[in-house]
């Protein structure tokens, strides 16, 4: 392979707005050099007919061997690598004795895997020649990137080619003849790549297009998350790629990383049941689908919104009307965090009337009870997994539909940030809702010193609008007024703002040679009409004026 060198300790990060990664210079495979090295992690269970298959697929890949591990995560017992068929040179088992199928496999994989990059794979797939190697192209260029491939279903039949047969076919570029004419189903998700651009366009949605049937991400970018939810019994796809979103990860669909799927899967098969088992899981874990969260006074293990509250130095009132406020609202998918010092509350009491402490001992037993309110000494960095966070000074009230406005906003012009004005003085107040995905993303591009303000700006839409307009009102504020629609302000501003600048320029052609001219022919129309109603100059005078006025004006 040829130049470029990709990667290295000496990369930039590039600075991907939203999910658009189409400004990266992504080469062509065969010309460019490859220095990172991938674990291909394969959970193995009673596959004994399509395990060869897949490794003799991967024995022909075009990624340097030596940068090529292949982990095999033995949930049966029965895996052997003494068979007649062609496996990768770098290939271990690690045999699980416990169980662990599926998800669980994956995991045990991941946390032995020594590469630069995990790489998923089904023992049931058999991959195309270039498969590994357009996928890494990718991982060479940023490291924040989840690849995901094509993957296309066809009919398993049992014995109709050999692994053997299998690597020749990878290596001379014709894998897809093994099947015929069979040309095989294509995932689903495909369907959504058609539609956003192969995700360039689907802005937050873009997790949703997540298939880990053959999907690779840096390991430092899984071990960053967590890892895999091995609590969950399916839907662990989807919760998977839903941290990874608020990570600040890029979902790159790549059409030419191709991989071939040995008959269809459990949730092809099975349907209906599929999603009725999964749809709990999903539903507590990933606020993003709103359509499943239907109930109005539900709360899940997940919240859409994390709302912070400073009570450090303010009154016990006005730390309870605003968080008040923020549980009386019409989204009631919102957890509040109290931050203050509570570490005072655990000396010596004394008299309440004259305890220095006496507000937040207050805030503190007026929310002991509620299940949404928790206390902290300091904010975590980031709301993650939470997807987005509300900061609100106390003291402000927002009106039931802030919030959901608020987040509707957002969502509709991709805004990492949303900066509301309160109050402009000598110290200018303001509440903060904050994309969880942004700001992480924002955290790992960001150059020591660089504000992290700057960086959201590049990677997503940041804005400052008046917050009175959105709803968020000082405590104590009468509540009869109607509520302020933002847009409808936004658009009096503009008609304000060009009223001024026609108003200007009507001004500035007064003062033109033109303008003065128009003006006497005006003036001579006035006298005109007006000679109708009242007596008035003589009209004779009138009518030459507007004569000359207008033989001026033709020449």
Not at 227 to 252: I, M
Not at 507 to 534: F, K
Request: net charge neutral; proline share 6%; hydrophobic share 40%.
């Amino acid at each position: 392979m040829g130049s470029p060198v990709l990667g290295g300790a000496e990369m930039v990060q590039p600075r991907i707005r939203c999910n658009d990664y189409g400004t990266l210079p992504v080469p062509e495979p065969g010309e460019w050099l490859p220095r990172k090295s991938v674990s291909v992690v394969i959970p193995a269970y009673r596959c004994d007919e399509t395990l060869p298959l897949a490794l003799a697929s991967l024995a022909g890949q075009s990624y340097p061997s030596h940068l090529l591990e292949v982990v095999v995560v033995d949930t049966g017992g029965a895996v052997r690598l003494s068979g007649p068929g062609p496996v990768p040179e770098r290939t271990r088992v690690v045999r699980v004795q416990d169980g662990g199928e599926g998800v669980n496999a994956r995991q045990r994989g991941a946390a032995v895997a020594e590469g630069d990059v995990v790489h998923w794979l089904d023992a049931d797939v058999v991959l195309d020649r270039e498969h590994i190697e357009t996928q890494m192209r990718w991982h060479h260029l940023a490291g924040y990137l989840v690849v995901l491939g094509q993957v296309r279903f066809h009919e398993r039949r049992a014995g109709v080619f050999t692994a053997s047969e299998v690597e020749a076919a990878v290596v001379s570029g014709t894998a897809a003849k093994l099947f015929g004419e069979d040309e095989g189903v294509p995932h689903q998700v495909m369907e959504m790549w058609e539609r956003t651009g192969d995700l360039r366009q689907a802005g937050s949605d873009a997790f949703t297009g997540y298939v880990g049937t053959a999907a690779s991400l840096p390991a430092d970018l899984f071990r960053s998350v967590g890892g895999l939810d091995v609590s969950l019994p399916l839907g662990h796809d989807a919760e998977f790629a839903f941290r990874l979103a608020q990570a600040g990860a890029v979902f790159v669909a790549d059409r030419r990383s191709v991989c071939h799927h040995l008959g269809g899967s459990a949730a092809m098969r099975r349907r209906r049941e599929s999603r009725r088992h999964t749809m709990p899981y999903i539903t507590e874990r990933i606020p993003h689908y709103r359509s499943l969260r239907n109930h109005p006074n539900r709360q899940y293990l997940v919240p859409n919104v994390e709302a912070v509250v400073d009570a450090s130095g303010r009154s016990a009132e006005s730390v309870q009307a605003t968080v008040n406020g923020l549980l009386a609202g019409r989204m009631s998918d919102v957890s509040v965090t109290l931050v203050g010092p509570w570490g005072l509350l655990a000396g010596e009491q004394r008299f309440p009337l004259d305890d220095p402490s006496a507000d937040l001992r207050l805030i503190r037993e007026s929310f002991r009870g509620e299940a949404r309110v928790r206390f902290a000494e300091r904010p975590a960095e980031t709301a993650f997994p939470v997807p987005f966070r509300f900061t609100c000074p106390a003291g402000w009230v927002p009106r039931p539909d802030a919030l959901e406005r608020l987040l509707k906003f957002a969502d509709d012009n991709a805004l990492g940030l949303v900066s509301l004005v309160l109050e402009e003085g000598e110290e200018m107040v303001a509440a903060r809702l904050e994309r969880t995905a942004a700001v992480r993303r924002a955290l790992l591009l960001a150059a020591p010193g660089e504000e992290i303000g700057d960086v959201m700006h590049q990677v997503s839409g940041t804005v400052w609008e008046d917050g009175l307009s959105w709803g968020l009102r000082p405590m104590g504020a009468t509540d009869d007024e109607p509520a302020v629609d933002p847009e409808i302000e936004r658009w009096k501003r503009k008609v304000r703002y060009w009223r001024r600048q026609a108003r200007l320029l009507r001004r500035q052609l007064d003062r033109t040679p033109r303008g003065r001219i128009r003006g006497m022919v005006a003036e001579g129309l006035r006298l005109v009409r007006s000679r109708r109603q009242a007596p008035g100059p003589d009209p004779q005078t009138a009518d030459r004026a507007i004569r000359g006025g207008r033989r001026k004006i033709e020449r």
